[in-house]
């Protein structure tokens, strides 16, 4: 006769499972927050928590895995928090909804810095990520790439090529274009390109202090720079 309470226990040990590996990454982030991503260590998180360091490998094999964990989380999250903010502007206000983007996700990294860092900081040596962290890595970029398609189907946006590329150039974004998204011109991918560059470019020069008694009102300086780089792509409401 089978047992009726093992779906119970299986439950019960999922449970925990998930409730101790949440308890890992916290403790992993605090570690991050304070000695950074290159020392992070599955003995000191194990210590942190009271956990012998041989339980600890059950959940996360080695440092890498547990890297690995953090960073999907981390692009996620701020892949949600534009996903969310893009939602919320209607389809037609390409320029708004670039601007309602950009604001979440310097918001986010100001709220989270170190995790920023994790992801859009120095790489970490000797880690070497896996296909895993492709997809979650691309959720920021596919929500740019909706903005521009779907200004260049409306007729709201037309290529522009102000600069001819090098022949080098062009095949970089002849290769980008046919394995991505065909559809739209390479003169927008290029654009695109830039464009993300200098987003992330932005939030990286204020989250690591460079801009420190260069520009006062960082804010105001960062709404500033992406309405420009809005203007240069062409994106109107």
């Known amino acids: 006769m089978a047992s009726t309470t093992a779906p119970a226990a299986r439950t019960a040990r999922e449970r925990a499972r998930a409730e101790i590996t949440l308890e890992i990454k916290e403790a992993a982030r605090r570690q991050l927050a304070v000695d950074g991503s290159a020392a992070l260590s599955l003995r000191a998180v194990a210590r942190e928590l009271g956990m012998v360091s041989s339980a600890i490998y059950r959940y996360y094999p ?45 918001a986010w990294a100001l709220a989270n810095p170190h995790e920023y860092a994790l992801v859009y900081g120095s790489p970490v040596p000797g880690y070497a990520a896996p296909q895993d962290t492709v997809g979650p890595a ?14 260049y189907r409306s007729g709201a946006l037309e290529p522009r090529e102000p600069l001819k590329p090098t022949r ?62 809005a203007v240069t792509l062409g994106l109107r409401g």
């Open 168 to 229: 080098r150039v062009r095949a970089d974004l002849t290769a980008l274009r046919e394995r991505l998204l065909p559809e739209l011109p390479e003169p927008l991918w290029a654009a695109g390109l830039m464009a993300w560059a200098q987003l992330f470019g932005a939030i990286n020069l204020e989250l690591f202090g460079h801009l420190h008694n260069v520009i006062d009102d960082h804010e105001a300086w960062f709404d500033h720079e992406m309405r420009t780089v």
């Open 138 to 151: 691309s959720r920021i970029t596919a929500v740019l790439i909706t903005i521009l398609l779907d200004g």
């Open 62 to 106: 080695s440092r890498d895995d547990l890297l690995t964990a953090l960073i999907i989380d981390a692009y996620d999250a701020v892949g949600e928090t534009a996903e969310n903010a893009d939602a919320r502007c209607r389809r037609a206000d390409l320029d708004g909804r670039w601007l309602a983007v950009c604001r979440a996700v310097r």
